[in-house]
């Protein structure tokens, strides 16, 4: 009998250890259960709250492996339809709320929590994704999100689609983002969002006929969408379809008649037809219910510059500044009014400024560069040009800027050098192919002037131009003259003196003249080097460029 009872109680001893070894580890059961009636009965903020309390003082407390999993569900989707209500607040239709940021930051923080528990919740990785696509939201941290929810096998189309059209929107990559909108439309067919998107790339990429296809359907799907009829409006504008255009506007108007968005459109309509007086009249509606609406102001200024009313599309423009100083396309708005009216001084000025909001943007200090060398400045031009090209070394825009302002401060070899190099990003610009090929066709310099590759340039220059401008076939003519064909050179000098009196200024149809009368006397015409630079390397007012005739080369 010995053997069997000291079975039996060993037997009896391990289950009662085992029995309290799962009692120990599973301390936290008691908060468990009341977390999972409280979310049975959560009917508001608070309650959520006290399962989301209960349930991490479950896991604190200790749980079975079980268990663990199912209370780290509990707390990952409590806290995910938590921060849901709040996203209510940053995504509501009609204006946004001012505390929206306040909200969208309690979001991300019940979002992250659930992320850090459950780490493969598709949902929540798309809710935080879009939140953080918002102003001010971290840009990588939604393309991590939306990337590892693309990675999943989710059985979810409807969620993979939405997080295919955000993607989508994130990627700078033309034929990506239309690979993923076919992808969104074809799992999501009925989704709206997924239609309008496609519609919307389509749009971008100028593709108007597939635009107004995917947003009319958009539009069968969602009809009371006032944005997808603004958007189609500019596409069937952009087809020429202005009565749609009016018809699509007329809706949006309907479905929100607080918005001005409508009425700038359909301005920006009138003025594409030539109707600039209608356009005027919807753009000051526009103003009049929103005084304080700093894109009706620049509409309405580059109007009135249309107009031929330049002081009062500075007026707007100011009054624009005065709303909002630091309005980068209101600054540079007002460098053009300014530039028009051959401010040149103010337009350097207005331009330095945006170049301090936005240092990122390499367009606007090309754009101050040739200011600066208008200004006679190159020294200042060359330096940005510099620095532009240290960033991006095949911008044409750069390499054609800096090789001007070397051609206007005589160091051509570093303007053929720079011309060189632009020319094979854009072989067929006008601009470029001239200047290349008067720098080779005029330069005092023997060892850089090449009049047959000229004659090729400049030749190209005014096919590209319809032989239309009087200072390329002055270039043509030079480059003639450079290979000893005084003929040709008569023939294109003569045009363009013709054509000079229509187009140019008194000075510059006096060098045409200058130039003719040299190839009648069988000179081609040389640039003339500068010199005289001051220390800060600016040109001296008595230094301008100027230009001579020379004696042929023997």
């Not at 991300?108 to 953080?132: C, I, K, T, Y």
Request: some cysteine; glycine content about 6%.
């Amino acid at each position: 009998m010995w053997p069997y009872v000291r079975v039996v109680f060993s037997a009896v001893l391990a289950a009662a250890l085992m029995e309290g070894a799962a009692w120990a580890g599973n301390d936290g059961q008691g908060d468990l259960d009341k977390a999972t009636e409280a979310k049975l009965g959560a009917r508001q903020l608070s309650d959520l709250g006290e399962v989301i309390k209960l349930c991490e003082s479950a896991l604190n407390k200790g749980l079975d492996e079980e268990n663990t999993v199912f209370a780290k569900s509990l707390l990952g989707s409590t806290l995910v339809e938590r921060a849901s209500i709040a996203c209510r607040v940053v995504f509501r239709d009609g204006p946004p709320n001012a505390l929206w940021p306040e909200f969208r930051k309690l979001a991300l923080d019940d979002l992250n929590r659930a992320l850090a528990v459950v780490p493969e919740q598709p949902d929540a990785l798309v809710l935080s994704a879009r939140l953080n696509l918002l102003p001010g939201g971290d840009k990588k941290a939604a393309i991590a999100a939306l990337d590892n929810v693309l990675a999943m096998k989710t059985e979810m189309p409807d969620l993979r689609a939405e997080a295919l059209v955000l993607r989508a929107g994130t990627s700078e990559d033309a034929k990506r983002q239309e690979d993923m909108l076919d992808e969104a439309v074809k799992l999501s067919p009925g989704s709206a969002d997924a239609v309008r998107a496609r519609g919307i790339c389509h749009a971008d990429h100028r593709r108007p006929e597939k635009a107004a296809a995917d947003l009319q359907k958009a539009l069968e799907l969602a009809p009371d969408h006032a944005a997808t009829y603004e958007v189609l409006a500019m596409v069937q504008g952009e087809l020429k379809q202005y009565d749609r255009a009016m018809v699509s506007l007329d809706k949006a108007r309907q479905l929100r008649p607080d918005s001005v968005t409508p009425l700038s459109i359909r301005a920006q309509l009138h003025a594409q037809q030539k109707n600039l007086e209608a356009a005027l009249l919807d753009l000051n509606e526009a103003h009049s219910m929103q005084p304080k609406n700093v894109i009706v102001l620049l509409l309405r200024s580059a109007l009135h510059q249309e107009m031929g009313k330049p002081q009062e599309a500075l007026a707007d423009v100011d009054e624009a500044l005065k709303i909002d100083p630091e309005f980068d396309r209101a600054r540079r708005l007002r460098a053009a009014l300014l530039a028009n009216a051959g401010k040149l001084d103010e337009v350097i000025g207005e331009l330095e400024r945006v170049v301090k909001t936005a240092p990122e943007d390499l367009s606007i200090k090309i754009q101050l560069a040739m200011y600066y060398n208008a200004g006679k400045q190159p020294q200042k031009a060359i330096e940005i040009y510099d620095a532009v090209l240290k960033e991006k070394p095949d911008s044409m825009d750069a390499l054609e800027g800096r090789g001007n302002a070397m051609l206007g401060i005589g160091r051509h070899a570093e303007a053929i050098a720079d011309f060189e190099k632009a020319v094979k990003i854009k072989p067929d610009e006008p601009s470029l192919l001239n200047n290349f090929a008067w720098v080779l066709a005029t330069s005092p310099d023997d060892d850089l002037r090449d009049g047959r590759r000229a004659v090729e340039l400049a030749a190209r220059a005014c096919e590209a131009t319809g032989y239309k401008e009087a200072h390329i076939l002055s270039t043509l003519a030079a480059a003639h003259a450079e290979t000893g064909d005084f003929d040709a050179a008569l023939k294109w000098a003569a045009k363009a003196v013709e054509l000079g009196k229509e187009q140019s200024p008194l000075d510059v149809q006096k060098s045409l003249a200058d130039e003719l009368e040299s190839f009648r006397q069988k000179k081609p015409w040389r640039e003339r080097l500068h010199e005289g630079l001051d220390p800060g390397g600016e040109k001296k007012p008595e230094n301008a460029a100027k230009t001579e005739s020379a004696t042929p080369d023997k």
